[in-house]
């Protein structure tokens, strides 16, 4: 039975990658799930981000996903292996994003000299080394945690003196790890939101990656190359967007995310 594919978040970040996967598949049936009642994520432990990430996901199963993408970094670093491994039924399939953003990192970086910025719970999962390190063992992977930079977006502060002096010391930071580093990944689905402060202070040679690019191209391979997931895929380009919190409240901040206006649902988990 054909069913829309489920992007799941913690909050409102996963709608950057949401919005590029969209622009992809424009054709696809898609639900966008929030857990905006436990976010952040980024805070908690590995337990906690599982079993709540595992909740969200069966959610997604009961409404009709035979596919869910987790666009959260720290639930795809915390939960997906583990979700993959004991909780998926039959015909069932999750996916994260950080695979994804890893397996084509070498396109970029001439140095092989990588940056990551991230939510602590992301760098502290080393998610991100173990990855780029199973596919390029020659790269050389530098994290700074920037705990600051969620809260900025989320409460619209995009361009204050404050956000500016807080993004220019992390990435001064972050590039004092080695002065070779050429490419930074923006490692939060939040941090796109930043994009035109973020490379104010990155130097011209630096290239910024975000995911959601690179998500959604993954995801239309993957897509082609699994025609049993594609055929039970909905096609009818219906959209339907839930939160576990005040929907009057996501449905206001999500246009930062997304970039125009929607409607959404209460879910209960």
């Not at 869910?68 to 491994?85: G, H, P, R, Y």
């Amino acid at each position: 039975m054909t069913g829309p594919i489920g992007i799941f978040d913690s909050g409102y970040g996963g709608l950057t990658v949401f919005k590029e996967i969209q622009k992809k598949l424009p054709n696809y049936d898609f639900i966008y799930l929030g857990d905006n009642a436990r976010v952040p994520y980024g805070i908690r432990s590995f337990q906690a981000v599982y079993e709540f990430t595992r909740e969200c996901v069966l959610k997604l199963f009961e409404l009709g996903c035979n596919l869910v993408i987790i666009a959260c970094n720290t639930a795809s670093a915390k939960a997906l292996k583990n979700i993959q491994e004991f909780d998926l039924p039959e015909g069932k399939r999750v996916l994260g994003v950080i695979r994804p953003t890893t397996e084509s990192i070498d396109r970029y970086t001439r140095t092989k000299k990588v940056g990551i910025l991230a939510t602590e719970g992301t760098v502290l999962s080393e998610s991100y080394k173990i990855e780029i390190g199973k596919f390029f063992p020659n790269i050389e992977v530098f994290q700074h945690a920037c705990p600051l930079w969620v809260p900025l977006v989320e409460n619209n502060e995009i361009d204050s003196k404050g956000t500016h002096f807080i993004v220019e010391r992390d990435i001064r930071e972050l590039l004092a790890l080695s002065p070779e580093i050429d490419t930074i990944v923006l490692a939060c689905t939040h941090f796109p939101i930043l994009l035109s402060v973020i490379q104010a202070y990155v130097p011209n040679n630096v290239t910024v990656l975000s995911q959601g690019e690179l998500v959604s191209e993954k995801l239309v391979d993957y897509l082609h190359r699994h025609p049993e997931i594609d055929d039970v895929c909905g096609k009818n380009a219906k959209l339907s967007f839930f939160t576990t919190d005040e929907v009057f409240d996501f449905e206001n901040k999500t246009e930062i995310f997304y970039g125009k206006k929607i409607k959404a649902q209460y879910i209960h988990l």
